[in-house]
């Protein structure tokens, strides 16, 4: 074991970075990352029957991605804020609107499609360049260490509610009128869960992309839910499956004969996935 | 009391007595769940008052003094928790460390050899039973039973009616509403007949003499 650096333990010596280890491991750790995180926030999203915030986030973040670019910010803060908007404008718009499922359908499809609409035109507007088909659909080998790191906090700061929070999580969950009435901080829950979606789609958007994140949300979720007995191992769960897929999407990519951009392959491998519904983990417990 | 607009509840009256196992009873949208709401602290009433062993009812008091079983419908039963898991959560309602055996409840529901089984993985009839059982969790003296009965099979409710009556026995006060009138309205010592505002309150004899134009239907527990 070696607890010092030396040439003999393998351990570099200068502060170089092996650059085809750079070129490959900044973007699998960054795939793994992700693999790790969106199904995180997506099985939370899932269990409190709020799904629907992914899908919404995701298009919602655009406006204030522009803006932020404009005004020389990180686009990772103003997408997030432009994300939480949409999602507080669509619940405020619900509320208001008439009773029904339908109804916040409505509201939340018109709010989604706005804000996207809102973003595009935005960028000639504020004669900006942005990459739209990198911010929809990911460019994971254009990976920055910035974005692992952005990644990283992400993830962190997720654990981190689950850490504080998860026997709320679980109560809200499970019975949200009881929780509500148990004096639990029903709303404050709610808004931390959209910022954790938020961030979750701003930290994806260099790896898979703001659209192809919602399928890494959904589909580990999904299959990890089959037979858990608790939200942690749903959770755990979900994190692994997650990694596999985008491990694999992004080794896949890689091999000459695919030669296909990592994002929408992993989107296509969550696809695959749905089938496996019909054995859920731990069938038979 | 209203609910948005619209008048749910007007003039009802009554008083519980300690130890007792009542039937709150009315046909669907008569205020029952908003009447046990009510009790539980979590809606206000717009005029009038609730009091608890002479004491106005406050938010505060309703969750220390009074728990709700609320209906079947407000509960996700394909979320990932067992049996044991749904049962601790009556503590967090608590909110006190320390307090709020889990084990009693699930052994005097009779869940005990299904305490490590997934919710969704149970009958109707259980499921009601550990619902039963995370609000057995907390020392509460008055309990408020939202259609326990519901949508579950006719053994079934026989078995928790006659947990209801075992915790009437040992000094609990129960209000259990129903929408269902039938044979099992006998399990009750009292029954209050609610639609919008109390139609009946007497005994199950009683209520039916006084209310006889009223088709009885043969099922459903209270």
Same mark, same amino acid.
């Given at each position: 074991?070696?607890?010092?650096?030396?040439? &003999?333990?393998?351990?570099?010596?200068?502060?170089?970075?092996?650059?085809?280890?750079?070129?490959?491991?900044?973007?699998?750790?960054?795939?793994?990352?992700?693999?790790?995180?969106?199904?995180?926030? *997506?099985?939370?999203?899932?269990?409190? =029957?709020?799904?629907?915030?992914?899908?919404?986030?995701? $298009?919602?973040?655009?406006?204030?991605?522009?803006?932020?670019?404009?005004? =020389?910010?990180?686009?990772?803060?103003?997408?997030?804020?432009?994300?939480?908007?949409?999602?507080?404008? !669509?619940?405020?718009?619900?509320?208001?609107?008439?009773?029904?499922?339908?109804?916040?359908?409505?509201?939340?499809?018109?709010?989604?499609?706005?804000?996207?609409?809102?973003?595009?035109?935005?960028?000639?507007?504020? $004669?900006?360049?942005?990459?739209?088909?990198?911010?929809?659909?990911?460019?994971?080998?254009?990976?920055?260490?910035?974005?692992?790191?952005?990644?990283?906090?992400?993830?962190?700061?997720?654990?981190?509610?689950?850490?504080?929070?998860?026997?709320?999580?679980?109560?809200?969950?499970?019975?949200?009128?009881?929780?509500?009435?148990?004096?639990?901080?029903?709303?404050?829950? =709610?808004?931390?869960?959209?910022?954790? &979606?938020?961030? &979750?789609?701003?930290?994806?958007? &260099?790896?898979?992309?703001?659209?192809?994140?919602?399928?890494?949300? *959904?589909?580990?979720?999904?299959?990890?839910?089959?037979?858990?007995?608790?939200?942690?191992?749903?959770?755990?769960?979900?994190?692994?499956? *997650?990694?596999?897929?985008?491990?694999?999407?992004?080794?896949?990519?890689?091999?000459?004969?695919?030669?296909?951009?990592?994002?929408?392959?992993?989107?296509?491998?969550?696809? !695959?996935?749905?089938?496996? =519904?019909?054995?859920?983990?731990?069938?038979?417990? | 009391?209203?609910?948005? +607009?619209?008048?749910?509840?007007?003039?009802? #009256?009554?008083?519980?007595?300690?130890?007792?196992? /009542?039937?709150?009873?009315?046909?669907?949208?008569?205020?029952?769940? +908003?009447?046990?709401?009510?009790?539980?602290?979590?809606?206000?009433?717009?005029?009038?008052?609730?009091?608890?062993?002479?004491?106005?009812? /406050?938010? #505060?008091?309703?969750?220390?003094?009074?728990?709700?079983?609320?209906?079947?419908?407000?509960?996700?039963?394909?979320?990932?928790?067992?049996?044991?898991?749904?049962?601790?959560?009556?503590?967090?309602?608590?909110?006190?460390?320390?307090?709020?055996?889990?084990?009693?409840?699930?052994?005097?529901?009779? @869940?005990?050899? @299904?305490?490590?089984?997934?919710?969704?993985?149970?009958?109707?009839?259980?499921?009601?039973?550990?619902?039963?059982?995370?609000?057995?969790?907390?020392?509460?003296?008055?309990?408020?039973?939202?259609?326990?009965?519901?949508?579950?099979?006719?053994?079934?409710? /026989?078995?928790?009616?006659?947990?209801?009556?075992?915790?009437?026995?040992?000094?609990? /006060?129960?209000?259990? #509403?129903?929408?269902?009138?039938?044979?099992?309205?006998?399990?009750?010592?009292?029954?209050?007949?609610?639609?919008?505002?109390?139609?009946?309150?007497? #005994?199950?004899?009683?209520?039916?003499?006084? @209310?006889?134009?009223?088709?009885?239907?043969?099922?459903?527990?209270?």
């Amino acid at each position: 074991m070696c607890a010092t650096p030396s040439a &003999t333990c393998g351990w570099p010596t200068t502060a170089v970075v092996d650059p085809v280890l750079f070129w490959w491991g900044l973007p699998l750790g960054l795939a793994l990352a992700i693999g790790a995180l969106a199904p995180l926030a *997506g099985t939370l999203l899932l269990v409190q =029957r709020r799904l629907f915030l992914a899908n919404l986030i995701s $298009h919602a973040v655009l406006p204030g991605l522009a803006v932020a670019v404009a005004l =020389r910010l990180d686009p990772a803060l103003g997408g997030v804020l432009s994300g939480v908007a949409g999602a507080l404008l !669509a619940e405020r718009l619900s509320r208001g609107g008439a009773p029904g499922e339908e109804a916040d359908a409505a509201v939340l499809n018109t709010v989604l499609a706005g804000f996207l609409g809102l973003g595009v035109l935005l960028i000639p507007l504020l $004669h900006i360049r942005v990459d739209l088909e990198a911010v929809l659909f990911g460019d994971l080998l254009a990976a920055a260490p910035v974005d692992l790191l952005r990644t990283l906090l992400a993830l962190a700061a997720v654990l981190l509610l689950l850490a504080l929070r998860y026997q709320q999580l679980v109560f809200l969950g499970v019975d949200p009128l009881g929780a509500a009435s148990a004096g639990l901080p029903v709303q404050r829950l =709610r808004l931390l869960l959209t910022l954790v &979606t938020a961030v &979750t789609v701003v930290s994806a958007m &260099t790896a898979v992309g703001v659209v192809q994140v919602i399928a890494l949300m *959904g589909a580990p979720a999904l299959l990890a839910l089959g037979g858990a007995t608790s939200l942690r191992q749903a959770l755990f769960r979900a994190a692994l499956i *997650g990694m596999a897929i985008t491990a694999l999407g992004f080794s896949m990519a890689l091999l000459p004969a695919v030669n296909l951009p990592p994002g929408p392959l992993i989107g296509v491998l969550c696809l !695959a996935l749905l089938p496996l =519904r019909a054995w859920p983990l731990g069938r038979g417990r | 009391m209203r609910r948005g +607009t619209e008048l749910a509840l007007e003039g009802v #009256s009554f008083r519980l007595e300690p130890g007792s196992l /009542t039937a709150l009873v009315g046909p669907n949208g008569a205020g029952k769940s +908003t009447l046990l709401q009510t009790l539980a602290g979590q809606l206000i009433p717009t005029t009038g008052t609730i009091t608890l062993a002479g004491q106005p009812l /406050t938010p #505060s008091l309703a969750r220390r003094q009074l728990a709700l079983m609320p209906q079947r419908g407000a509960i996700a039963w394909s979320f990932p928790i067992t049996v044991r898991g749904l049962v601790a959560l009556g503590r967090s309602a608590a909110r006190r460390n320390g307090c709020c055996e889990v084990e009693a409840p699930l052994q005097r529901l009779g @869940l005990a050899g @299904l305490a490590d089984r997934r919710l969704d993985q149970l009958s109707g009839g259980q499921q009601q039973r550990a619902l039963l059982a995370r609000t057995l969790v907390r020392p509460a003296p008055v309990l408020l039973l939202d259609e326990p009965c519901a949508a579950i099979d006719p053994p079934s409710r /026989t078995e928790l009616l006659q947990v209801m009556a075992q915790l009437r026995d040992a000094g609990l /006060t129960l209000l259990v #509403s129903s929408h269902d009138w039938g044979s099992d309205l006998d399990s009750y010592d009292r029954v209050l007949v609610l639609d919008r505002q109390l139609l009946a309150d007497g #005994s199950p004899a009683h209520v039916r003499h006084t @209310l006889g134009h009223l088709r009885v239907a043969h099922h459903g527990c209270g």
